[in-house]
């Protein structure tokens, strides 16, 4: 069986869906609801479900953002987005993110059913033991170009990913900025976007975020009337020490000394 989450803001088409739909037809069962995206990916996380059919105009929730954050996480889920937003390039922008169907309500039952239709045929087609030897040149062919599609999503959705990490750390970067409150922004696991950081970046998250502490620091010690004190604590650093010492690891020289050649 294959297991399906619902995430909307809507109870009535939350509730609507999982009483309504033949589940069975396609070899699925609801493993879960939730109402918001934050919950959405409490559940996914939890129930790790093969198909979410979601909207993505939510309150406190960036639709993009998430489905990147599934397709980066969990390369094969099935997203069937389900939503009121009629903006094309966020339609189009969504797809190339990695979405199997972007339906607009109110939608037909034969639209979700064609939806389902599609996943669920996705789901057993990767399912299936390969026999190269017995397949046929097309047939291979085919496949080998939708698993081309798939890479090529997972690989979109996973710069989509490092690209607002990054945006997000360097805007935020005077905070006192955890890996998990990033990675909480993006919608993936602390885990997933460490690794993702250092696969795109080359650099740990705490080198990205000193990077970033000392990008500013550097435009704030052009002002002689902060003191190198002032300076550490407006990006971010609490320690004076810990600020000199990373300083001069990053920069080769100490803070006074930039200051002063600069």
Known sequence: ?????????????????????????????????????????????????????????????????????????????????????REFEYARRAIELGVSRFLLKPSKMNELEEALDAVTKKLELADMPVNVAMMGVQEQGGQENEMRAEEAESSEANSFIVKNALEYIRENSQERLRLVDVADQVYVSQWHLSKLLNKHTGKTFSDILNGARMDKSKELLKDPALRICDVAEMVGFQDLAHFSRVFKKMEGMSANEYRNTH
């Open 1 to 85: 069986m294959y297991k399906v989450a619902i995430i909307d803001d809507e109870p009535l088409i939350v509730k609507g869906l999982s009483k309504t739909m033949a589940w069975d037809k396609w070899n699925c069962q609801v493993a879960g609801c939730a109402y918001d995206g934050r919950e959405g990916m409490e559940l996914i996380r939890d129930k790790r479900p093969d198909i979410i059919i979601t909207d993505i105009h939510m309150p406190e929730m960036d639709g993009l953002m998430m489905i990147a954050g599934l397709k980066s996480e969990f390369p094969d889920i099935q997203i069937i987005i389900l939503t009121g937003y």
